[in-house]
């Protein structure tokens, strides 16, 4: 075929895309009427989970040139457009605009709802509360930093629950106006630019690295003079009209846990994990009596983090544990922690779908 022929039928299946799409759109106006006279969620992850799956198994079995990280990033958007059509969703993140926070957000929600930048931890749990926001989405570890403790303890004293996750993996971007030649400073958060000092060295030699309270706040700085250059998000970088002059090498690249923060935790998704915070006696073996009760039956508990408590006498673990809360096993294994007298306090935090996918920009 001609280049022209090639076209003509590219518009062609465009008009034929554009026609399915809206169809589509209907019958998601119709599930969203159908939701809202039974009050349940318009977002629903584990759906989601599936529908993503299930599309990546039909791509492969049609042998589509399309990869798997493309096809979700076009029904992300899909779901985004018709998620702003429903509800005009509304998601609370820890800012500020273009931070980490907001980049794994936007990834996964798509570009199609309305985001709100809060500038703490308070600020998200308070809009999401207050019914301002449907959902927030806040870091709750870093494969550098560890467990980000603002984020449980905001949990354990919170009505609000864990509603989904989502992992996240980042490369680094520097960014600037101009060309690597004429940069003399890297600005950026000072754990990412201790983490990427290496590379930043070898990449940039006569360039100072300086500490900035956020990435956004160096993206900033970089659009103000051409010889700064910030590290930070892509995000950042369409945010202020940068370009990405370098991206970290895969060995630098950073893994974060993102909750999604709602007011009830998920449905079922048959592979599902909950949270608990769980006070006990502070006394010798008081994690190992805790840990019997779930390994005697069989749960899997794949994460510990313990925090300090006002009460001298009481110790605070968070546990994630394998396992949906209304699960039979794991509403036992609650009871007996309880009824035991092994725990003083046993709060579910959130059940919410383990995480089959590792988002990425």
Request: aromatic fraction near 6%; charge should be negative; hydrophobic fraction near 40%.
């Amino acid at each position: 075929m001609s280049l022209e022929e090639v076209r003509n039928k590219i518009d062609s299946i465009d008009q034929q895309l554009l026609r399915l799409l809206n169809e589509r759109a209907e019958l998601v106006h119709a599930v969203g009427e159908i939701k809202r006279k039974d009050d349940l969620d318009i977002y629903v992850p584990g759906r989601e989970d599936k529908l993503l799956r299930k599309l990546a198994e039909i791509n492969r079995a049609q042998n589509g040139r399309l990869t798997e990280r493309a096809i979700r990033a076009i029904y992300r958007e899909i779901m985004s457009a018709a998620l702003a059509l429903e509800d005009s969703l509304k998601i609370a993140y820890l800012g500020p605009t273009g931070s980490w926070t907001h980049q794994a957000a936007v990834n996964k929600f798509g570009h199609c709802v309305e985001y709100l930048a809060e500038a703490s931890t308070e600020g998200v749990f308070g809009r999401v509360a207050a019914q301002i926001a449907d959902y927030g989405v806040l870091p709750i570890e870093h494969s550098t930093e560890g467990a980000v403790h603002h984020t449980l303890d905001h949990l354990a004293d919170s009505a609000l629950q864990i509603y989904a996750e989502i992992l996240w993996k980042a490369d680094a971007a520097v960014m600037a106006q101009g060309p690597n030649s004429n940069i003399s400073e890297i600005h950026g958060r000072a754990q990412m630019l201790a983490h990427c000092r290496p590379w930043l060295m070898q990449s940039f030699p006569g360039a100072q690295l300086i500490e900035s309270p956020s990435s956004s706040a160096a993206a900033t700085l970089a659009a103000q003079n051409p010889a700064v250059a910030a590290l930070g998000t892509p995000l950042s970088a369409e945010l202020h009209d940068l370009r990405v002059i370098a991206t970290s090498p895969r060995e630098y690249a950073t893994q974060t846990r993102f909750i999604i923060l709602g007011r009830r935790s998920g449905p079922p998704s048959g592979n599902d994990n909950t949270m608990l915070m769980i006070h006990a006696k502070d006394r010798v073996g008081a994690l190992m009596e805790v840990l019997q009760v779930f390994a005697s039956r069989n749960v899997n508990v794949r994460q510990i983090e313990n925090r300090p408590t006002s009460c001298g006498t009481q110790a605070r673990f968070f546990l994630e544990i394998s396992g949906h809360h209304t699960d039979a096993t794991l509403r036992q294994a609650i009871s007996a922690l309880e009824v035991e007298g092994i725990a003083v306090q046993v709060k579910v935090l959130g059940s919410y779908p383990a995480p089959g996918w590792v988002e990425e920009r």
